[in-house]
């Protein structure tokens, strides 16, 4: 059984930095391309950042670009968001995903965590 646990997110202020994680078993992590989209209610879930299997090509997302360092340790199955100069507007429940690609489309991956909470104070 494939799980994807997120883990890292919280309340930050406004310019803070945050970084979340998500753990993944039960599938081979290193053959799968690794996302980070995020959802607040009321909207679709929306693209920040991708990561190819190997680590060799990173996607961002133009609001996660520049602010926003998506990373992953295949030995640890791991997969990283780190986040800084975070705005008010970055809060949203941000989930990670896997998928054959790293692409921005969400409907392109397989599998998909529970989310973690990121709230930004202003």
């Known amino acids: 059984q494939v799980q994807l646990l997120e883990s890292g997110g919280g309340l930050v202020q406004a310019g803070g930095s945050l970084s979340v994680s998500c753990v993944a078993s039960g599938l081979s992590f290193s053959d799968y391309g690794m996302g980070w989209f995020r959802q607040v209610p009321g909207k679709e879930r929306e693209f920040v950042a991708a990561?190819?299997?190997?680590?060799?090509?990173?996607y961002y997302s133009d609001s996660a670009k520049g602010r926003f360092t998506i990373s992953r340790d295949n030995a640890k199955s791991t997969v990283y968001l780190r986040m800084s100069s975070l705005k008010p507007e970055d809060t949203a429940v941000y989930y990670c995903a896997a998928g054959r690609l790293a692409l921005m489309d969400p409907g392109e991956y397989d599998y998909w965590g529970q989310g973690t909470q990121v709230t930004v104070s202003s």
């Open positions: 990561v190819t299997w190997s680590g060799g090509s990173t």
